[in-house]
Nanobody, 118 residues
Framework: VQLVESGGGSVQAGDALRLSCVAS????????MGWFRQAPGKEREEVAA???????RYAASVKGRYTISRDNAKNTLYLQMNSLKPEDTAMYSC??????????????WGQGTQVTVS
């Protein structure tokens, strides 16, 4: 299994970014997948997840600004991030489970993509 993120960068507050996570050896539509972030000196936190039926959940800090989605044909997970704030600055990683309903631990991880908001 390989998960490869892209789309990070340095932006201004209020800007938008879309992160992508291309999967190989893993079918994004079949399992629960999520996006996590970790800022320096802070714990890693889940920001969004989507289960196999398309049900989503979001951290309170990003709800209404971030949208998780997937393109089954491209086997890719996305995170649309709008109205970015400096506190959104972190390394963002995608992750996958072997569970359809987001009940199991995330077993597969990408290497991450940096998002910096100033």
């Amino acid at each position: 299994v390989q998960l490869v993120e892209s789309g990070g960068g340095s932006v201004q507050a209020g800007d938008a970014l879309r992160l992508s996570c291309v999967a190989s050896g893993y079918t994004v539509s079949r399992y629960c997948m999520g996006w996590f972030r970790q800022a320096p000196g802070k714990e890693r936190e889940e920001v969004a997840a989507i289960d196999s039926s398309g049900i989503t959940r979001y951290a309170a800090s990003v709800k209404g600004r971030y949208t998780i989605s997937r393109d089954n044909a491209k086997n890719t997970l996305y995170l649309q991030m709008n109205s970015l704030k400096p506190e959104d600055t972190a390394m963002y990683s995608c992750a996958g489970t072997i569970d359809t309903r987001c009940r199991a631990a995330f077993a597969y991880w990408g290497q991450g993509t940096q998002v910096t908001v100033s």
